[in-house]
């Protein structure tokens, strides 16, 4: 009886969150380049959560097969995130709006409004990152959606505000006027309630799901995942503020030290002359996606990179997605019947 209870309680947590996204239970999977492609994406979803297609790698020829092949692995909702410094980015926009995603989530820098208004013109639901109240603000001003808000804990690149700070700030004042999610070093249940507890809609995990037997991921990569400790995941250094590189979180190996020697090279080449300031950056900037390819792919875990959060230390084994998802779904009613015990 009590934990009928605490599931009635659950799905009442969530619900907005479950409307908003078509599902059974508020759990996003994060988007993660290379890793996020169909047949994890349409086991999230069949699993009653809401997978994300991550486009970063991808030109919109590629999307377009990636949607279609998603399409024929589920029935269920999913999304596709854009990155929004991606060099196609208005190709991609026209993908979604032409395969009438139901939700469209823009990540990777602020959101040109003109992508925004496509969107929701063709139909999208869309959903922005927000790193600061101000940020979400204007982002409910133009019209958004639904907002993610994501902690530096999470792995891959990363703003410099804790999920916890981020929660708190953000909230308190928006949480009533549009659904909000929470991402960045979450692996728990009891976590999400108590994010939900605060007025959040749902939550969106990526680390967690990268050592299930539908993630097509390199074995080497899961293992280092299984291997690692929260304290392995740290950010990358920036060494000159001339070249804004956003951190990018991952397991400290060979990778972590080159990304060192890619800046410092870059940074004594624009000195002498040889390299304008944003050439470098973008070289600096590339390195993270060919890195990220040969971890994830090949399968390189010592010259690649292997983005992970910080609750990569809460990863124990490879699981199927469904347990994965029932598991997080018993910590959490576990959690409530205890407090309403």
Not at 41 to 54: D, E, L, M, P
Not at 91 to 96: R, Y
Not at 105 to 115: E, I, Q, T
Request: hydrophobic share 45%; aromatic share 6%.
């Amino acid at each position: 009886m009590q934990k009928r209870e605490a599931k009635h309680i659950l799905d009442k947590l969530w619900q907005r969150g479950k409307d908003f996204l078509g599902v059974e239970n508020a759990i996003l999977g994060g988007a993660m380049t290379w890793v996020s492609e169909p047949q994890l994406v349409a086991a999230i979803s069949n699993a009653g959560g809401f997978g994300i297609i991550a486009s970063g790698s991808m030109s919109a020829s590629i999307l377009l097969k990636v949607i279609d092949e998603t399409k024929e692995k589920t029935s269920k909702p999913f999304g596709v995130n854009l990155i929004t410094l991606h060099p196609d980015i208005e190709a991609l926009v026209d993908v979604c709006c032409e395969k009438k995603m139901q939700h469209v989530f823009l990540a990777g820098g602020l959101p040109p409004a003109w992508a925004i208004k496509k969107l929701k013109e063709a139909g999208s639901k869309v959903i922005c990152f927000a790193p600061a109240l101000v940020l979400a603000k204007k982002f409910h001003r133009q019209g958004v959606d639904a907002l993610i808000l994501e902690g530096m804990e999470a792995g891959g690149h990363i703003g410099p505000v804790s999920v916890n700070v981020l929660a708190q700030e953000i909230l308190p004042e928006m949480a009533k006027k549009l659904p909000i999610f929470i991402a960045g070093g979450i692996g728990r249940g009891e976590v999400i309630v108590n994010f939900l507890k605060m007025g959040a809609a749902g939550c969106q995990l990526g680390t967690r799901f990268v050592c299930s037997t539908e993630c097509t991921a390199h074995e080497n990569f899961k293992k280092a995942f299984i291997r690692g400790n929260s304290r392995d995941a740290v950010p990358s250094v920036q060494l000159d503020a001339r070249f804004p590189v956003i951190p990018v979180r991952a397991l400290k190996n060979k990778a972590s030290d080159e990304f060192m020697k890619q800046q410092y090279e870059a940074i004594k080449k624009v000195e002498s002359g040889a390299l304008e300031l944003k050439e470098a950056q973008m070289i600096i900037e590339h390195f993270w996606g060919g890195a990220l390819r040969k971890a994830v792919v090949d399968g390189d875990i010592e010259n690649g990179s292997i983005m992970a959060g910080q609750s990569v230390g809460l990863v124990k084994k490879i699981q199927p997605v469904q347990e994965i998802i029932d598991e997080l779904l018993d910590q959490a009613i576990c959690y409530i019947e205890k407090e309403i015990a």
